[in-house]
């Protein structure tokens, strides 16, 4: 499971580096008052993930 994890990450990952655009158009929406949505779209916690598998 924590595989699936890793490689979930890393794909979230390699996403927002092929479209920074698309980043910035969820941040601007999670942040404008009418979503309310910031803790859905950016679930950020402190740590150090680890983005790739085991095996």
Known sequence: MVD???MRLA???QAM????ELVL???AFS???AS???ATIFDMRLGN???TPSG
Do not use: E, R, V, W
């Open 36 to 38: 309310g949505a910031y």
């Open 4 to 6: 699936i994890h890793a």
């Open 49 to 51: 993930p680890t983005n």
């Open 17 to 20: 580096l092929a479209k920074p």
């Open 11 to 13: 794909a979230l990952q």
């Open 25 to 27: 158009d969820l941040m």
């Open 31 to 33: 942040l404008s008052s």
